[in-house]
């Protein structure tokens, strides 16, 4: 399912390139503009736009905020990995009997989802290591097909 809405998200990027446009970005300016290029090669670029995510420009971004908070607030104090079980009692309730945790990612995603709101919400407003000034997260799929989500914390308290 979400393949194909992916596809369709891409298609739509791809067939309404003037629309969303993609002209007046700087990086396809430069490649059209740049005398050595072999236009040719250049083949049908199409520009992803920076809220889809996972494209380049998206991830740039991203990392821009990311650097932006260590301007600001300096190094985080904490760097915390949690990881989907998929031996979570609520995964295997939801499951069918003859069903593993591999055959429906959907309810793996919305225990993972809720698991995570719920570790954010004791780590931030339950101040478990301390009073945090600001956070920030980036959830990601292992190749075996689990969430995880890494942790940035800054704190009002450093630890020392």
Not at 37 to 53: A, E, I, K, N, Y
């Amino acid at each position: 399912m979400y393949a194909k809405i992916e596809t369709e998200r891409l298609n739509f990027i791809k067939n309404n390139q003037m629309q969303l446009r993609a002209d007046n970005y700087i990086h396809f300016r430069d490649a059209i503009g740049r005398q050595d290029t072999d236009l040719t090669h250049l083949g049908q670029m199409v520009v992803l736009p920076s809220s889809f995510t996972g494209s380049p420009r998206y991830m740039h971004e991203k990392t821009q905020d990311a650097m932006t908070y260590v301007r600001h607030y300096g190094r985080p104090d904490l760097f915390i990995t949690f990881t989907c079980n998929p031996r979570w009692r609520e995964v295997s309730n939801a499951l069918l009997s003859e069903q593993k945790s591999y055959d429906r990612h959907d309810i793996i995603a919305r225990i993972f989802h809720l698991k995570v709101k719920t570790l954010m919400k004791l780590l931030t407003k339950g101040n478990l290591f301390g009073e945090v000034q600001c956070f920030m997260y980036s959830v990601e799929w292992q190749k075996r097909g689990l969430p995880h989500i890494h942790i940035l914390l800054w704190l009002k308290q450093r630890i020392s």
